[in-house]
């Protein structure tokens, strides 16, 4: 069987440990996600957290209050608002900050809600200034001033709206303002999951594709999730082609390692990227201190895809850090390359 087959999606093997999500990915995606809180594996204080002000609502009848989750891409927060309308049983709206560039764009989308629905804005941090500033209001006295006219002779109309709920999720909690984080009453911090954790969410998962995973082949693809579900779902599929057309089936532990040596996902579930940032800091420039547009350079990457993409990881583990002259390689980066670590302040400080 040609080697063409073993691709059944579209992707390239560096986008496999990759936190972002395409339209291929978020369909695929979205046949694994839970429908329930209780369903939901991990998080367990946000989980609790976000039951209890569920319970609270659906007790006394009225909208919860509006709900911020914060944390890396892949973690659940989509899912978690997906739970939150379901728990409610009400209807999701979705969009995101980003495909709002106007106050209009929101005005449009708020005074079609209905009693008790969802909106879920993503990435809100990203919503264009004046639609923030119109939110502010919908949020808190469930009211759309709409704008009816143009320079002195323009009035405002206001609209009551039916209470909702507003669920945001963000990469970047930083990047809020005040005075919209303060008008959420739950805040939930998404964490990494622990291989444990991630296990669970693998285990789940190959029973709902149907596939026979085995408790060490899951523990193997967990270990090189980067303590992200997303990421683990997407490296099961990996393993479930390479077990369908090269082995006999079975999610066994030899299909696991044979498949993420194929897609070059090393034991720490580091890259090519990744790889090539570690090689170029420990054997070109001696372990640093480097400027992040040099290294990008050495690696033939933007130096926007090192900082966002590879970087995080590198730091989280331990293997590369962050300078004021610049990245340095950590010991820990010489010795997952199988190099000598040099003397000196090199490789700590710079």
């Known amino acids: 069987m040609a080697d063409e087959e073993l691709v059944t999606e579209r992707f390239d093997a560096e986008s496999l440990v990759r936190t972002a999500a395409d339209d291929v990915e978020r369909a695929a995606e979205a046949a694994l996600r839970p429908r329930r809180l209780d369903e939901f594996v991990g998080q367990r204080v946000v989980r609790d957290q976000l039951s209890l002000v569920l319970q609270a609502a659906r007790a006394r009848g009225r909208a919860p209050d509006h709900v911020l989750l914060s944390g890396p891409p892949g973690l659940g927060k989509t899912t978690l608002a997906m739970i939150v309308a379901a728990e409610l049983g009400a209807s999701l709206r979705v969009t995101s900050g980003p495909a709002i560039q106007h106050a209009g764009d929101l005005a449009a989308v708020l005074s079609s809600l209905e009693e008790g629905e969802v909106l879920f804005l993503d990435e809100i941090h990203r919503l264009a200034r004046p639609a923030e500033e119109l939110l502010y209001v919908a949020m808190e006295d469930f009211r759309v001033d709409v704008v009816v006219g ?102 066994s532990l030899a299909a696991a390692q044979s498949a993420l040596e194929v897609y070059e996902v090393d034991e720490l579930g580091l890259d090519r990227l990744d790889r090539a940032v570690l090689s170029a800091l420990c054997t070109r420039f001696g372990g640093g201190p480097v400027g992040l547009t040099t290294l990008a350079v050495a690696v033939g990457e933007e130096p926007e895809t090192v900082e966002t993409v590879a970087e995080p990881f590198l730091v989280r583990e331990g293997l590369v850090g962050r300078t004021p002259r610049g990245r340095v390689a950590l010991p820990a980066a010489w010795e997952h390359l199988e190099l000598p670590v040099p003397p000196g302040p090199g490789t700590l400080f710079g």
């Open 150 to 251: 143009k320079g002195a002779g323009a009035s405002a109309i206001p609209l009551a709206l039916p209470p909702f709920t507003v669920v945001g999720a963000t990469t970047r909690a930083g990047l809020l303002p005040a005075p919209l984080r303060d008008r959420f009453g739950f805040t939930g911090h998404l964490d990494f999951y622990a291989t444990e954790e991630l296990e669970r969410v693998l285990v789940r998962s190959a029973g709902l594709l149907g596939v026979p995973l085995a408790g060490e082949a899951a523990a193997e693809i967990a270990s090189r999730s980067r303590g992200t579900p997303r990421i683990a779902n997407r490296l099961l599929r990996r393993v479930r082609d390479w077990a369908e057309v090269r082995g006999d089936g079975t999610l």
